[in-house]
């Protein structure tokens, strides 16, 4: 099984589900070189700190969510001495305007506390840009859907409502990995069974920011009132250890020989053809977003941010164009926007006219032109989620 490392290029966010509340599961302190960072508080080493005699005042603190900072709590109730490393099972500095911002949202972590990218993520991102690759590539099988489900709903396809559309997007996916529609066997026949893909494990601290959402009304472009959030990230930089990506091709060879396979799986070649796929669908996305900027040039910039946005799309799209065979940059994770997810193709291959349809009910029907009408991004103009993969020699 072939190994890899990646580099993180921008920021990455991959969440384990985990809002931490301030003061009471994470503190904001100065830390020896006078950064500001966070602590996530470790109950246990709390208590180790008061006292076990103390756990009932513990449990009532606990009980009282938010009337008052552990931090304090533990000064108060403290039986003897202690550095922040022994209330906290984890540091890191933090980015950004914070003062008033009261929930973070925690980075996975594995068991030893270090930042990881679980193999489903990266194999989720992987199976977009197939997913784009393959559809662009049979449309035949996309008419036949858009046919079926119109006969089915008994309407024509530009008078979807999104129920409709997902219903169509569904059927598409599993005709064109699985391809049938649906069907008790429907997973065992799903050609993407056969890319195998290990976690991702990054021996560094985390870092926190500031993600503001950057959105359009009709009176331009402004950071969403309200909606700013502090997230925990992977910083930009970062390297990993090695690990595995397999396209299982005994398996492949077995489930081909039985006649078993009745999709596409032109893109299971080996790793490299799957790469290549992936580094296309990458740029295409990069190129998009430029060009959107570009064709709107007008817009308000917000203290410099989205200015700062476009030059890191410029210098990801730079290093796209200048991969090796054996090298891919995906986006991964959390805030990478609507058109890195699997419905991103949808503006490919519907008509102007459906596609108008679709937009508008995305945007609620609000009138403003065009869709995504929201980017997310922080005051450095941070661009969330691309990773670069290297084969290691």
């Known amino acids: 099984m072939e190994e890899f490392v990646a580099k993180t290029l921008t920021a990455v966010h991959v969440g384990n589900g985990n809002k931490l509340i301030k003061n009471f599961d994470f503190f904001i302190y100065k830390d020896e070189e006078d950064f500001n960072s966070i602590g996530i508080i470790d109950i246990g080493k709390v208590a180790n700190i008061i006292g076990y005699e103390k756990i009932e005042r513990l449990i009532s603190f606990i009980d009282k969510k938010g009337e008052k900072s552990i931090y304090s709590f533990i000064k108060e109730n403290a039986t003897k001495g202690y550095g922040i490393t022994d209330i906290t099972k984890r540091r890191f500095r933090v980015f950004g305007d914070f003062q008033n911002k009261t929930e973070l949202k925690e980075q996975l ?29 049979n449309k035949e099988i996309v008419d036949k859907a858009i046919r079926e489900v119109e006969r089915t709903k008994q309407k024509e396809i530009f008078k979807f409502n999104l129920k409709d559309y997902k219903i169509l997007e569904s059927t598409i996916i599993n005709k064109i990995f699985a391809g049938k529609e649906k069907g008790y066997d429907i997973s065992n026949k799903n050609t993407m069974r ?36 502090l997230i925990e990230t992977i910083s930009e930089g970062c390297e990993s250890e090695s690990f595995r990506i397999k396209v299982n091709r005994e398996l492949l060879s077995s489930c081909v020989s039985k006649d078993y396979i009745d999709a596409d799986i032109s ?91 679709l937009y508008h009910l995305l945007n609620k029907n609000r009138n403003v032109g065009f869709f995504p009408k929201t980017r997310k991004s922080d005051k450095y103009g941070e661009l969330f989620g691309f990773v670069k993969i290297t084969s290691v020699k």
């Not at 990054?202 to 993600?211: I, K, N, R, S």
């Not at 295409?284 to 989205?306: A, R, S, T, V």
């Open 109 to 137: 972590v594995n068991s030893n506390n270090f930042p990881i990218i679980p193999g489903s993520s990266l194999k989720g991102a992987i199976r977009t840009a197939i997913a784009s690759y393959l559809i662009t590539n």
């Open 267 to 357: 893109y299971l070649n080996n790793i490299k053809s799957i790469f290549s796929i992936v580094n296309k669908h990458t740029q295409k996305i990069l190129e998009e977003e430029i060009n959107f900027w570009n064709e709107h040039p007008d817009y308000d910039d917000i203290g410099g941010q989205l200015d700062k946005y476009l030059v890191k799309l410029n210098e990801v799209l730079e290093q796209v164009r200048n991969l090796k065979d054996d090298e891919m940059i995906i986006r991964v994770g959390a805030n990478s926007g609507w058109t890195s997810i699997t419905g991103g193709w949808t503006s490919d291959i519907l008509d102007e006219k459906t596609w108008s349809h």
């Open 194 to 229: 056969f890319i195998t893909v290990g976690d991702i494990e990054f021996m560094y601290e985390t870092q926190a920011t500031v993600l503001d959402i950057i959105n359009y009304t009709l009176n331009g472009w402004s950071i969403k009132s309200g909606k700013s959030s």
